[in-house]
């Protein structure tokens, strides 16, 4: 019988399950069994054409036939430009200059050096609940669970958080929750870091590992006019959100507003490593050449398979799709809220949606693994997230059909039912 802890992989890693997946097609993964399970985790939103998509695959195998790597310090390849091109379509208005690397977080490093150079001040404000990656700089600014921080203490210094408006936990209506929230980030100015020092701030438009939460309507737009008003470069994190995810391009579009700099990667190359930062180009007059770089970014294979990526997403209507499969399965989930007493919460924006589970007004991990190991045992996999690991996650690939989200619902249903 295999064991995971048995495998040589380092046990710094969690797991969500066991299984050593074998192939994977469309919204589906087989283990070496064939076994099937329904994929609601995408990898972590990374996989939003689909597993293996033919189009994507085929974009791989043929830059891989002619160039698998061109250093961009040494050269430039046309795979990197056309992206570029895919690009500039699709992001936020303004927003004209691009720099490549491989992970989200080095991505999210990438945004803060540029924020510091551009603006010459030394601070950033993150988010309460935030997740912003593991590196030493990312982990520092991550303040959804201890985990990600204890013991690597001392942390970047420079960081400062203010509350997400997270209605659901503080019991509030939107509008008072949006309130509270704008007052304590003039309270942070007035008492942690004055507005002429702070280089940033950074948001995930929906919050992500944090819990899966909907600002209120407004309030990006809100920090888009403090951010104006003192000099302030607004930094939108959409990793996890982005390419489709949330029914629009990106989630800050659903408000109509462009940050300063967008930050890019999971679901932007369908699984091969490849992440982005898009800012606009008067910020890059004191980004010296060389004062940052890396090997590795703007991969050819890498930037072949985003391209075949973002053409998919074009072609086959996926943000469409997102929007009207989301709403779906959120209607689906509002359903299951009614007839189940420990679903706290039921919220989402497209295919980002999230059940958070309470007992007795308190946040339920238990009843949230226990759900998540039941749905495994019926080939549905999901993942968990916030702070009190409490919520539940469903994020099929884009491409996931009508079927298969009302598939997924009933196993969830059941899952429930056996608990
Ligand atoms: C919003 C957000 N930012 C940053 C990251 C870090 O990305 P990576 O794990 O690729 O470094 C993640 C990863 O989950 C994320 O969801």
Not at 334 to 363: H, Q, S, Y
Not at 364 to 385: G, Y
Request: include cysteine; charged fraction near 20%; proline fraction near 5%.
């Amino acid at each position: 019988m295999f064991n995971i802890q048995d495998s040589g992989l380092s046990k710094v890693l969690t797991h969500a399950t066991d299984m050593v997946a074998d192939h994977a097609k469309g919204v589906y993964i087989y283990d070496s069994k064939d076994t099937e399970y329904l994929d609601f985790t995408s990898g972590i939103g990374v996989t939003s054409t689909g597993h293996c998509h033919p189009k994507v695959v085929s974009a791989i195998k043929k830059q891989a036939e002619s160039l698998i790597f061109g250093q961009l310090n040494i050269v430039v390849h046309k795979p990197v430009l056309e992206l570029i091109d895919r690009l500039k379509n699709i992001v936020p208005s303004g927003l004209d200059r691009f720099f490549f690397s491989n992970s989200g977080a080095e991505a999210v490093e990438a945004s803060v050096k540029l924020a510091k150079r551009a603006t010459g001040r030394s601070n950033i404000i993150v988010f309460q609940g935030s997740f912003h990656g593991r590196t030493h700089l990312t982990m520092s600014m991550t303040t959804s669970k201890t985990i990600y921080r204890a013991q690597y203490q001392p942390l970047v210094p420079g960081i400062f958080v203010t509350p997400y408006p997270y209605s659901y936990y503080y019991g509030w209506n939107d509008d008072e929750t949006s309130s509270f929230a704008i007052k304590e980030l003039e309270r942070l100015f007035k008492s942690q870091t004055t507005p002429e020092e702070t280089a940033a701030i950074i948001i995930e438009p929906v919050l992500g590992e944090g819990g899966y939460v909907v600002p209120p309507r407004g309030f990006i737009k809100t920090l888009r006019e403090i951010c104006d008003k003192y000099g302030i470069l607004l930094i939108a994190d959409e990793i996890q959100s982005g390419f489709g995810r949330t029914g629009k391009y990106f989630a800050v579009d659903h408000e109509d507003v462009a940050p300063d700099i967008m930050v890019m990667a999971k679901g932007l190359a369908s699984g091969m490593p490849l992440s982005c930062i898009a800012y606009k180009h008067d910020l890059e007059k004191n980004w010296l050449p060389g004062s940052h770089g890396g090997t590795y970014g703007g991969n050819p294979v890498s930037c072949a398979a985003a391209v075949a990526t973002i053409d998919v997403i074009s072609n086959e209507n996926l943000v469409t799709n997102a929007a009207i499969r989301g709403k779906q399965l959120l209607e689906g989930l509002k359903t299951l809220k009614k007839k189940n007493k420990r679903i706290g919460d039921v919220r989402g924006l497209g295919l980002m949606a999230a059940v958070e589970f309470v007992r007795d007004n308190k946040p339920d991990p238990e009843t949230t693994k226990a759900v998540i190991a039941e749905a495994a045992d019926r080939n549905l996999l999901l993942l968990s997230c916030g702070t009190f690991g409490n919520v539940v996650r469903l994020i099929p690939p884009l491409i996931v059909n009508e079927a298969q989200i009302e598939k997924a619902l009933t196993i969830f249903e059941d899952a429930l039912d056996n608990l």
